[in-house]
């Protein structure tokens, strides 16, 4: 194209191409050469004076792009039948954005003036720059139903998998989804119950084989009994719910604030900023802004939504879905801070000295715009020297500053001696067909690190401007481990020719000073192991008992009120202490925090063991064809049924069953953590390194089967002729009890 582009076009481009933004993009895209470029420049500084464009250094955007989930309205069929919607939100003054609906076989039909709730694509397509894919229809929340397809003449019927009762579903044929006879499907209602009482559905999700991959994490939802259905008023709260304005608010529009989130993230509910501290009485100290949104001003105290947030407690985590604790409408739409779009936040700002130590803090509710949301591969990728478009505008005037923040807070965090263990967080990654496509452990960043000192940073405001406001909240405890446990970590310890301090008040220091000793070597996965089974399980309190892994006295979870009712009870903690508004604690809340204490703690525990359930059944059908095939890896626990060992290459964890180990008899010790071979004298012990063979793999149940190959690159010992089996017996038993006596001794001169 030769000619200069009009404004419009320029502004359909730049929405259409998000990452194609700098002048010379948009030249190169409109074919505009030499001179020509002068024309342009003054079209964009017009469009820029205009309110349409914010320039960012080198690029030019949008300033209120499309949120990633929107409130669309439909528009009736185009002379091709093309299903086309306009969004309900719009804030920019330039031309709307044109959405295409992208609808399934499955999806209910759609007219002239629905309201939808929708996921957004940006697309580059002539006649339109977004696609939408339909989430559900505003107003209606069908309730759903996961069960077995059983095929008759008239549809079919889905029995139900939940164990509580439910009645059969009826199935008009029309509504199968072609779905085969004993397949597993995903229902909705479709209409009234029948003449016989039983309700009608559509299905509107075919996932295949029960014991498929597909089928793992909605069986789990439905075992650990996680609610996955919000009530119709909950869904009509949120769908009634507007954009809040800066009205009573400060306007934080004009701060950089950033999100940095996993790059398939879909609610971003913290983002921050930091830059030198200007105050001469602070050299070398920086000013830390975090902003969080501002759920409570969204769900209210006593409203159905706040009834089925607390229900849940959180939100649930697997790796083909997310159980959220809020509809996606809130979620992932009104309190997310997306990029571009106006956000109702609850901020806070902290002063730290060069050395990392905090100075001051203060609060405040406001208003924020994000004009980038980032993901902490290309953050870091940037700080390392490889900046692409996204992040090359804001390297010096946002990132660095970031990370010099973080730099100053790593000194203080080194000083507090954190517990700091090792232990590489898995991430199963899963194909298009639900199958388990690849198995990693996540690469851990400075980037993830300086987010987590940010929000350890603003849970610790928080926790301090309350108790001393004197307001009820809810902590983060987390208690020093039991004298039991420390017990047996110094055994193990020993064991391993390490010694953990004993005879004084424990602190994280000694345990750091344990883990740091036996880094790097091939004891380093055991004493991480063992000392994080000797720690106790954080939970909520409305007392403060401190924190013992974050070496914390004043701890409370605020930055993320979009998947933890915890945090959304410190927001209207927040808004009651600073008299913002009448969406605080209330006075039933106040009365009941030591029920919802002890209720979210539960609601966590249940996720974290659907969670689990949903690894180890993963795990189980990505190795299940390769069932034969020798593996390393490490004795974890010793019980008196067998071993389990934690393999390298996956970190699935599977049984080593006793029977499998020959027809000697093994001593458990429960104390030593120990399996002793009656005629080998084999010992079999926690963190010993061990090569084993997949005998079985059930991924119905998770479970997965070793035989034991050798310990520590040492073959098994054969079993010892007759006559010399009585013999091996008496030793193996005299030894038995003599390391029991010796304990004993040792645990009466403690």
């Not at 031309?95 to 076989?105: C, D, G, S, T």
């Not at 980032?374 to 390297?395: F, K, S, W």
């Amino acid at each position: 194209m030769s000619r200069i582009p009009t404004k419009a076009e320029i502004l359909d481009w730049i929405a259409a191409n998000p990452t194609l933004t700098s002048k010379r993009d948009i030249s190169k895209a409109f074919g505009i050469k030499g001179a020509a470029r002068i024309d342009l420049k003054r079209l964009l500084k017009e469009l820029e004076a205009e309110g349409h464009l914010a320039k960012r250094k080198r690029s030019y955007s949008d300033p209120d792009r499309l949120p990633p989930v929107s409130v669309l309205q439909i528009k009736a069929p185009d002379g091709n039948g093309d299903l086309f919607a306009r969004p309900m939100e719009w804030h920019g003054e330039g031309v709307e954005p044109i959405i295409l609906m992208v609808l399934r076989a499955s999806d209910p039909t759609l007219k002239e003036g629905d309201r939808i709730l929708a996921r957004m694509t940006v697309v580059q397509e002539e006649d339109h720059n977004y696609e939408a894919r339909l989430i559900r229809r505003i107003g209606t929340s069908p309730r759903k139903i996961l069960g077995v397809f059983r095929k008759t003449a008239e549809g079919g019927r889905i029995v139900p998998i939940d164990k509580a009762g439910q009645n059969e579903w009826l199935v008009p044929a029309a509504n199968t989804l072609s779905a085969k006879d004993g397949e597993l499907v995903e229902g909705e209602q479709a209409g009234p119950k029948d003449r016989m009482g039983l309700p009608r559905a559509r299905i509107v999700a075919r996932l295949g084989d029960p014991t498929g991959p597909k089928a793992v994490s909605l069986i789990a939802i439905h075992q650990h009994g996680i609610p996955d259905q919000f009530p119709e008023a909950a869904i009509a709260e949120a769908d009634a719910a507007k954009p809040l304005g800066v009205k009573g608010r400060e306007d934080l529009r004009d701060l950089p604030l950033i999100t940095i989130d996993p790059s398939d993230a879909r609610d971003r509910d913290d983002a921050c900023f930091a830059q030198a501290d200007d105050d001469p009485k602070n050299p070398g100290g920086h000013v830390i802004w975090v902003a969080i949104a501002d759920v409570a001003a969204y769900v209210k105290t006593g409203s159905a939504l706040d009834a089925e947030a607390r229900n849940r407690g959180n939100s649930t985590y697997f790796p083909d879905r997310v159980v959220p604790m809020l509809p996606d409408r809130l979620s992932g739409d009104l309190c997310s801070l997306h990029e571009g779009v106006p956000r109702a936040c609850v901020a806070v700002r902290m002063r730290i000295n060069a050395d990392g130590e905090k100075i001051d803090h203060h609060f405040v509710r406001g208003l924020m715009r994000s004009p980038r949301a980032l993901h902490y591969q290309e953050v870091q990728a940037a700080m390392d020297g490889a900046p692409n478009e996204r992040t090359l505008d804001l390297l010096e005037p946002v990132l660095k500053p970031l990370y010099a923040a973080h730099h100053a807070l790593k000194k203080a965090r080194d000083a507090r001696q954190p517990l700091d263990l090792d232990l590489p967080e898995r991430r199963i990654e899963i194909a298009e067909d639900g199958t388990v496509s690849s198995v990693n452990f996540r690469e851990r960043l400075d980037a993830h690190r300086l987010i987590e000192e940010f929000m350890i940073l603003a849970n610790v405001s928080a926790a301090e401007t309350l108790t001393s406001k004197r307001s009820p909240l809810l902590f983060r405890v987390h208690e020093e481990p039991s004298p039991e446990k420390l017990d047996a970590l110094r055994e193990t310890a020993g064991a391993a020719g390490y010694t953990l301090a004993k005879g004084q008040v424990l602190q994280t220091r000694h345990l750091n000073a344990l883990l740091n000793a036996a880094a790097g070597t091939d004891e380093a996965e055991l004493i991480n192991m063992s000392t994080l089974r000797s720690m106790t399980q954080a939970y909520y309190s409305p007392q403060n008992f401190g924190h013992f892994g974050l070496a914390l006295k004043n701890y409370a979870h605020f930055t993320s009120p979009i998947r933890r009712y915890s945090d959304l009870i410190v927001h209207r903690a927040l808004i009651s202490a600073h008299g913002w508004g009448k969406d605080g604690l209330s006075p039933d809340e106040i009365e009941r925090l030591e029920q919802t204490a002890q209720h979210i703690s539960d609601t966590e525990r249940r996720s974290m063991m659907a969670e689990r359930d949903t690894t180890d059944r993963y795990l189980a059908s990505y190795l299940s064809e390769r069932v034969g095939n020798e593996f390393t890896g490490r004795i974890s626990g010793i019980a008196r049924f067998g071993a389990f060992v934690k393999l390298d290459e996956t970190g699935a964890d599977g049984l080593i069953p006793i029977r499998s180990l020959g027809r000697e008899y093994f001593h458990f010790d429960r104390d030593a953590g120990t399996l002793m071979g009656s005629d080998t004298g084999l010992l079999i012990a926690i963190g010993q390194r061990v090569t084993v063979r997949l005998a079985q793999a059930t991924p119905v149940t998770g479970g997965l089967e070793l035989e034991l190959l050798s310990i520590n690159d040492k073959d098994l010992p054969r079993a010892p002729s007759p006559a010399g089996r009585t013999a091996r017996r008496k030793s193996a038993k005299a030894r038995h009890k003599s390391a029991k006596v010796k304990r004993k001794v040792e645990r009466k001169r403690r």
